[in-house]
């Protein structure tokens, strides 16, 4: 068999068997199939798409790159969550603490940043120290004795989405359908998750930009669970504009760590008590959503939710003195405001040009080799449907370069619509 031969294949359409998935995602991972063949056969099927047994096929390839670790022995049920990505979703690292208080232990694979949107790896290394490459090992002793770990793929657990995943960032390959499913797949698979929900975001601020699509992508990945033996849950949620207020990396933990203290933005507070109520009630902490979402109140309420992150940060090798005091964290050379052009109701802040203007910024990569610039980003101040008077802060540039200052005030503007009849807030969450 050859590498070639197989790219070939997919470009001319066909659909690859088994083995000629297992054969190429081995070489990748051992080094013999390189970078080019590997970005090659994601444009194929990025642009010809994959069967759902194909799918299935290079997820369970993937997921068997490495170690697929049994954690019966040390949780009762290991239960995971994973978005689809978005822009502003700092999700994780506040429903995971959420649910950790709640008796329910979490361990977690996450990724880096992908294209416009961020990744939950890349904001936490924003704390000083935080290590985010723990060995299985390390993965299952924190489990057991914190009940909460946070980390990304080790060099044994699915390796060969973590080399795919980098390959995707920077060669246009990450808005497709197999390739979104596999990746957020195997790695559930592959760190041991019987029970998973899956927060599948729409919206232009997503990769799967409409319902259809985005319904397409759960169904998917819903079989594939099922396939696996995993319980597989698929919440469809709004990625039209940021979630919460905060967009780039150091920003966006802080406003976790302040809706973990039982303040941040009210749409990203009440995203994450869903999330978090779904995860309780898969893992059997609680028997419905409601009483799930009566659990991660609580545990915001009496401080427990925002110990758990301490912990977390503390097992990483994190700086938990910035968990404790947000204002340590490295602020940008620049903060500008910027004031609404006009008076009249928020009709639109495309979450996908507010995703790209803080790449540009640094937040992001642009080659693989990019270093991330973890204090840029920006602060949405109004959100969809709310009222704004001309004159008003409308956002926050926080920027270390001033040429791209100016740029990402541009782009953040054109980003903003305005109009002069009353809009509605758009929903948290469709299906
Ligand atoms: N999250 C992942 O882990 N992989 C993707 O491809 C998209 C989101």
Redesign the pocket.
């Known amino acids: 068999m050859r590498a070639v031969d197989i790219i070939i294949k997919k470009r001319e359409c066909g659909e690859l068997t088994s083995q000629e998935i297992e054969f190429f995602i081995k070489g990748f991972t051992n080094g013999e199939i390189p970078d080019y063949q590997a970005s090659a056969f994601a444009m194929a099927v990025l642009l010809n798409g994959m069967t759902a047994f194909e799918t299935a096929d290079l997820t369970l390839a993937m997921a068997r790159s490495g170690q697929v670790l049994d954690l019966s022995k040390i949780v009762d049920l290991a239960v995971d969550k994973?978005?689809?990505?978005g822009v502003g979703d700092k999700t994780s690292i506040s429903v995971m603490p959420m649910v950790a208080a709640c008796g329910l232990p979490v361990g977690k694979m996450?990724?880096r940043g992908?294209g416009f949107?961020g990744g939950t790896l890349d904001k936490l290394e924003s704390i000083p120290g935080y290590r985010v490459d723990l060995t299985t090992e390390e993965f299952k002793k924190q489990l057991k004795e914190k009940g909460i770990v946070l980390t990304g793929q080790s060099l044994d657990l699915a390796p060969a989405?973590g080399k795919m995943?980098a390959l995707?960032d920077v060669t246009g390959t990450?808005p497709s359908l197999p390739?979104?499913a596999s990746?957020?797949m195997s790695?559930k698979i592959a760190a041991g998750a019987q029970a998973i929900v899956l927060d599948v975001k729409t919206g232009l601020g997503a990769?799967m930009q409409t319902l259809d699509e985005a319904r397409k992508l759960a169904d998917l990945m819903m079989d594939i669970g099922r396939l696996a033996g995993r319980k597989t849950v698929a919440l469809l949620s709004d990625m039209n504009q940021p979630l919460g207020h905060a967009v780039g990396n150091a920003l966006e933990v802080i406003e976790a760590i302040e809706t973990l203290k039982g303040g941040g933005a009210p749409d990203y507070r009440e995203h994450c008590l869903h999330v978090a109520a779904h995860v309780l009630v898969v893992g059997k902490k609680a028997q419905d959503l409601e009483a799930g979402r009566a659990l991660a109140e609580k545990c915001i309420a009496d401080g427990s939710a925002f110990e758990k992150l301490c912990v977390l940060v503390e097992a990483q090798g994190g700086a938990v003195t910035y968990v404790h005091d947000t204002s340590k964290f490295e602020r940008a050379k620049y903060v500008e405001v910027v004031n609404a052009p006009q008076s009249g109701f928020v009709s639109q802040i495309h979450a996908r040009g507010v995703g790209e203007a803080s790449v540009a910024l640094g937040a992001g990569r642009a080659k693989k080799s990019d270093s991330i610039d973890h204090a840029v980003g920006l602060i949405i101040h109004k959100k969809v449907g709310d009222q704004v008077q001309a004159g008003e802060p409308l956002f926050e540039v926080h920027a270390n370069d001033e040429a791209k200052l100016a740029e990402a005030r541009q782009a953040v503007l054109t980003a903003h619509q305005i109009s002069a009849e009353f809009v509605s807030p758009l929903p948290l969450f469709y299906e």
């Open positions: 994973h978005s689809s990505g996450s990724g992908l949107s989405d995943y995707r990450v390739l979104i990746s957020i790695k990769f």
